[in-house]
């Protein structure tokens, strides 16, 4: 009589197996209704598209048109034309590639770095982190802008080097708020229990407590794709981005704001309107997803 | 619901003379839970006259905080009513405005709820907050500071001022409640809703809470309203009691009645459930009641108890049983006040309590073999900045084969710390030796032989922090299996599924993650984990208190018959007086870090008691009914940094002597073979002392 704390098998099954898949399409269903999410990934989807296709798509030469000068937006050149004579729409399409190839890769190395490092200062405590967390703050306390202009010189304009700086400025932001999901999880008694059994700290560390901090994680991560859209922009506007015939956004903006005084506003508010779309859409996507994970 | 079922509920109602402080009539209530509602409350009805205590038992899931709840409106943003009135004063609170329903709730209903540290600002003092639920009636601030005075010597507290310049954090939990229910009080309330107002509280203050809510309803002839999953709590406080199960009231009348003489199947099932009357492992086991609660939302059949009631009939299966009123087997006939939600109460006679299994051998301590473990002049001080503080004082235990060592204590008394050194999670004190088999084993964990980390685990106190959420019940065992065992692959697998086949879990739970298992299963997955290396000792911290009762006595009854089978010996620490009656051999009782008393189960339920076991057993609330005499404890624990002299218990021990318990500490000194306590008193006075009640 003492064992009877189940019903038969066949009472409970179904309805205990189906439902954490429910909750996992349920879930889905619930960003799906977002119009927030929808419109974010359509606005994704688009410069996705146009940074895959590249010139293949766009419906002049991005490089190499010689209309005239400075035209204004008309039937052929909808977004019309640069000093040089090219067409802006197509400078603006091409463009999306080298900001979608560095700024993801980038937020990854960032948030990767920064899982280790918070992991570890938030599990171990004790020196290392007091040591680290003044570390991060002083780091927090630099600003951006001015020290990645300062490395991107130093160490020249290749995309990797971008993608190192802005993987370091954002190390020290997603290992705080790693290191404090951890830090709720290190007193659980999971942890104990694997003390007790003595396992390791690297596999208490990554194999136990890291599948447990993952949705901050995974948040952290959309967010820090937005930012880094917004930061390698700003690089590329400051100078240090890929070199003049590029169609770069940040780029085109630092190229032609001095034509805006002369009234050919178009050649900079384009590319001005795909840097903040491409940052809205992915910001749209970032908060579904946080607001979703938070619900569940 | 058949209209037979309707006139009987409206009856109860229109039974009572007064009208009732509180009738809730067929109250329905939903959550909706990602796009989908999910029905909780099924058509719950009960009234509180003006003065009556009314009690909700039944276990979690049940509804019965959500019913508290919806009587004040206070449902979370995705609950909602659907159905039903709640008639509070002539006036229905699920049909009123913002307006009105704040109106109410700031001067005819209160509620008090479990964490009493959660229900006040901690940026502000205790004074300021009691100050200003006097201003929100109106009166002026010189009125408010006497009324707010006045309200903190109603809840008994001597030093109203000092309190009242305090911030909630420097009260203790018990202290804080007395406050929070004099701010519930405040008001005057016509109805006070009290949701388990003492899980938090130690036992002794426990009791203390519950004599103050007694006295207070008396006083003020509020109706109160009192959610508990505690049975003695309820039959101590409560006049009426329904039974809650699956969002309806299953069974309903006085609570001595309803307790003594139960006329549903699930009533029966939950008051067996509880180790009652002495029992012990040695008689016999626990009963259970078979199945599980139905989840949330799930459509149930005609009886919401069908699937787990032994006397169901095909007449239960067919038609909706109503709420029939009952008579009380000692009373004539039917009374009006007693009713179940059952087709067959004639039948409950037949539900014979079963003597399954025979009683569990104990195997008597040899005394040729060294103790399993042994803890010898054991201290740990903690250092905060620079003041130590002393959570074990010199602990002296010793655990034989087979056999179960209970802890019992207040919070605080240094019970976890015990547990934490004895596996080495925390380094005890030099001097301090722990020794497993006759050999002493070193601090912490992670140096200890891979023999030693096999033979003694631990079982925690709450299987959610305990299982890793992530990780699917076979990983989290195989895992154990393997590093304890050394076995791996395939002979691993064939290990964790006669683990889990012997902790009675089917192979389809192996595959499933922690959430999604009932808090019972998850239980057992924990304790499968501790045995999966044939450990010697297991540490068990709590390991009931989390669950609900019929979970319990199955959780109970598993590790009594794991111990039968494996000579396991078991460190259980726990607050529930009951639960340490039926599973322990032998109990050690601690106060500020130190063992006051240890001997047999025996011993120390009978007597001759050290003073502090003494009050411990009688502030314990009884499903029996039994008349205890309370012996009541003055003042709260003293901080463990700064103990008392002498005799540690000496400030709050009834029988103090004075110039002697305030001067030197007694030693633990043996009253009868195998049982030991700290105290000045000769035995021969302090048996003299209490085999008369003492005087209140």
Redesign the interface.
Known sequence: ???????A?D???A???S??KQ?RR??W??IRKRPAFIIGIVILSFWVVCAVLGSAITPHDPLDFRAGSHLSPRAEFPFGTDATGRDVLSRVMAGARDVLRIAPVAALLGVIFGVILGMMMGYLRGWFDTIASRIVESFLALPVVLIALLAVTTLGRSSWVVIGVVAALFTPVVARTVRSAVLAERD???V??A?????SNLFIMFR?VL??V?GPIIVELTVRVGYAVFTVATLSFLGAGPPPPSPDWGAQVSENYNSIISGFWWTVFFPAMAIASLVIAVNLIADSVQSVMEA? | MSSTTHSVESGAGALATIPAALAVEGLEVAYTVRGIDRAVLRGVSFSIAPGETFGLVGESGCGKSTSAYAALRYLPSNGKILKGRVMVDGNDVTKMTTDELQRFRAKDASMVYQDPAQAMNPTLRVGRQLIESFTLLGQSKQEALSSALEALRKVRIADPARVMDRYPFQLSGGMQQRVVIAMALACDPKLLVLDEPTTGLDATVEAEVLDLVRVLSQESGCAVLLIAHNLGIIRALCDRVGVMYAGKIVEQGPSSQVFDDPQHPYTVGLLRSLPRHGVRKTERALTTIPGILPLIGTSLPTCVFLDRCPIASDTCRTVEPPFVAVGFAGASGVTGERFTRCHHPERIKEMKEEVTQVPISVLAPSETQPNVLELSHVSKTFRQRSVSVPALVDVELGLSEGETLGIVGESGSGKSTLAKAMLGIETVDAGGVVSMGGTAVPSPTGSRSAENKRSMQMVFQNPDSALNRSWSVRRILMRSVEKLTGVKGDEANKRVEALAAHLRLTPRHLDLKPRQLSGGLKQRVAIARAFAGDPRIVVCDEPTSALDVSVQAAILNLLADLQAEQKTSYVFITHDMGVVRYLADRIAVMYLGRIQEVGDTDDVFNGPNHPYTEALLSAIPSVDGEEKVRIRLEGEIPSPANPPTGCVFHPRCPRAIAGVCEVTEPPLREVSPGHSMRCHIPIETLIELQRKPMQR
Do not use: C, F, H, Q
């Open positions: 009589m003492s064992e009877v704390l189940t019903l098998p009472a409970t099954e309805p205990i197996v439902e954490r909750a349920e879930n269903r619930l659980l008694d999971y104990t229990s003390k007790l059994r003595g396992e136990e599948p447990n993952m569940s």
